[in-house]
Nanobody
């Protein structure tokens, strides 16, 4: 089970942090990722982090987003800064590659210009 939280409305240039709590059987030992899906677009991977904390980012968010995880709490977080309207999307967490049956509801992030 994956439960995302922390989304909301923010002005362009602002910051927002979102979090995801995962069940242990999904989280333990897994590479975790944050994905987003904007209206009319395909879902895309924006950041990923290994069990040991090695992180990778899509070019579109590199330098602005920071992914982190707490292995003791089965949580993965995404700190987003310098947000732009094009970052508006529903954000999901999942393993990387994703488990099709594990997608949660996501959390909406809306950036106003």
């Amino acid at each position: 089970q994956l439960v995302e939280s922390g989304g909301g409305l923010v002005q362009a240039g602002g910051s927002l942090a979102i979090s995801c709590t995962a069940s242990r059987n999904i989280f333990h030992g897994s590479i975790m990722g944050w994905y987003r899906q904007a209206p009319g677009k395909e879902r895309e991977l924006v950041a990923r982090i290994t069990w040991h904390g090695d992180a990778g980012y899509a070019d579109s968010v590199k330098g602005r987003f920071t992914i982190s995880r707490d292995n003791a709490k089965n949580t993965v977080s995404l700190q987003m800064s310098s947000l732009q309207p094009e970052d508006t999307a529903v954000y999901f967490c999942n393993t990387n590659p994703p488990l099709r049956i594990a997608w949660g509801q996501g959390t909406q992030v809306t950036v106003s210009s």
